[in-house]
């Protein structure tokens, strides 16, 4: 077997996401240097405050301030920090319960080392240089020899609260395709287009994905197809997309490769949008360095009759 | 419960590091043929099927629909799926054979989590506003829970890491754990926690087959028979809970009927060692029951397939009349957050 192939994949995106009255008035909060709790059906004050009782699921708004120190309810020792955490440099987990809070609340507590931490440590809150209204406007916790802090006496009420938070998120992977798309891909390469057949049904497949979806088997004959076929149903693609240099309108098909019982989709070009049918025969246009067609293109040869191409539809 | 419904057959995959060779449908479908094989049954016999996944695993968009091509979904099947492990796949699969609608079920799940880094990818699962944007990881998460245990005197460092190492070495008798016999317990990966608390990341996959009645004594001379099952969740945030009890397990375990009886064997899905003392309080185990004897989710720990290997572990000792009520616990979620609990009995021999 060849090679395995891998590239990076990186999946990205920021999420954005609007707030229910409460984690609107918490983060708010933040970013005046404010906590606010909420009052459970039981009486105690949850921190972080959620909008729903976790016990009754009472809708909750009865909100309360809560000091900016606290203690520590169990800590863990992260001596290599990891991308989006915190902070960069070693640093203790900690779940603080803030004075006045019943509940803790995660984050970071910055301090020299894991035997400066234990369970009960008194801690504080310190602030985000730039506050925007999320939880990262708390920076993490510091050792706090003290008092608890004094309250500013917020009620909760803030001019220009936020509505909603961005929440970028990053996952990098290294993508391998398995055996059949391997192969497949390795294929291509040398400009063949290679499906595979099922052992059962006889179907082949293109792209192969490794097993036949009608008969559940993996298919492991590998069939060279085309490089000919017909068109068996299109669309008129007319807005342009994002970092994809074609003119519109063009035209997406279907094509049905010469032997294939599967049709792959690809670009049609060297006709006018509007002269694409059902049934049109074409061939693939492969250009320099690339790893598959650029495009496919009328051969000239008569259309194919709609009986030869129906079972593909 | 005017049904009975039994596990009759079970299959999984060696767990392995990577699986760069393979796509998921090609990792998943010898075990699909494996517990078809076991029941004689082919696709087109199956009434229902479900399964569990995660697309965040390797990245994969739809990942699940390309796996169901291993099934043989066409012409169309009754199919459902859940973007959890497949002990819950499970539970739904069960609760279609109690109404009647299916006599049989094809229950499975696969995670291929060797692409990404999972420690990352598993603080997408977290609370969006105030835990997601501080991206704890996941062992970051279970070491607060250890600490937590530690500081309430219900175990210590020494102690967690005889459980991993008792688990690891029953794990020799499991050809499909990925780590078999003795490791070192290694350094700190988030203090408490060493690498010999943690279990090991990994790529598999497992299915199961369900029958109702008579279907089920036919496909399988000792049915492990589904007593009770449940599942409960605890409140989402990490800080209103006490993270050294499971109130969420003891319930689902009563509800599932596993205090009205003893049982023999149980097989408790504790990725990290500090969870197999929080699980075994909530489930009062004692040492009169054979815990984890696969070695558990600390030798081999695929996402979204070791809850139902958990199942399908108790399910087999039944079927070879090694246990005669043995319970499966599966968990999703950081520090123990949801957790399924099934009660399995074989008859009288």
Known sequence: MSEVLKAPLVVEFPFTRSLGPVQSAFLTGLRERVVLGVRASDGRILVPPVEYDPTTADELRDLVEVAPTGTVTTWAWNHAPRRGQPLTTPFAWVLVRLDGSDTALLHALDAPGPDAVHTGLRVRIRWAGERTGAITDIACFEPHDGEPARLTGSTGEFADPVGGIVAAARLDYTYSPGRAQTAYINSLADRRTVGERCPSCRKVYVPPRGACPTCGLPTTEQVEVGPRGTVTTFCIVNIKAKNLDIEVPYVYAHIALDGADLALHARIGGIPYDQVRMGLRVEPVWTDGARYPDHYRPTGEPDADYDAYKELL | ?349
């Open chain 2, 1 to 349: 419960m005017t049904r009975d419904i039994a596990v009759v057959a079970f299959a999984q995959t060696d767990v392995r590091r990577t699986t760069d060779e393979l796509s998921e449908v090609e990792m998943l479908m010898p075990v699909l043929h494996s517990v078809l094989d076991r029941t004689g049954l082919k696709t087109a016999d199956i009434g229902f099927t479900c399964s569990g996944s995660s697309d965040y695993l390797a990245g994969r968009a739809f990942s699940f629909t390309l796996a169901l091509d291993g099934v043989g979904a066409w012409p169309p099947i009754s199919e459902s799926h859940v973007e959890t492990d497949g002990a819950w796949a499970l539970y739904e699969a069960w609760t279609k054979l109690l109404t009647g609608d299916a006599d049989t079920a094809l229950v499975y799940s696969y995670g291929k989590s060797s692409p990404g880094s999972l420690r990352d990818v598993l603080t997408r699962q977290l609370d969006p506003y105030y835990v997601a944007p501080l991206w704890p990881d996941s062992v970051a998460l279970a070491a607060l829970q250890a600490q937590a245990l530690i500081d309430a005197g219900d175990t210590d460092e020494s102690a967690l890491a005889a459980i991993g190492t008792r688990s690891r070495r029953v794990a020799t008798l499991n050809s499909h754990a990925q780590i078999r016999g003795p490791v070192p317990q290694g350094d700190y990966v988030v203090r408490p926690l060493r690498t010999g608390d943690c279990p090991p990341v990994g790529d598999g996959a497992a299915a199961v087959i369900l029958a109702a009645g008579e279907r089920a004594r036919e496909l399988c001379s000792r049915p492990a028979w589904i007593r009770g099952i449940d599942h409960r969740i605890e409140a989402h945030s990490l800080g209103v809970r006490d993270l050294t009890d499971s109130p969420s397990t003891r319930l689902a375990a009563e509800r599932a009927g596993a205090f009205e009886r003893p049982v023999d064997t149980a097989e408790l899905h504790a990725p990290f060692s500090a969870q197999e003392v929080v699980l075994r309080k909530a489930l009062r185990l004692d040492d009169s029951v054979r815990v984890n004897l696969s070695g558990g989710a600390i030798a081999a720990n695929p996402m979204m397939a070791a809850g139902l290997i958990r199942v399908g572990e108790a399910a087999a000792r039944v079927h070879r009349g090694e246990s005669d009520r043995a319970l499966a616990h599966a968990t999703s979620g950081p520090c123990l957050q949801q957790n399924l609990v099934a009660v399995l009995e074989g008859e009288p021999r």
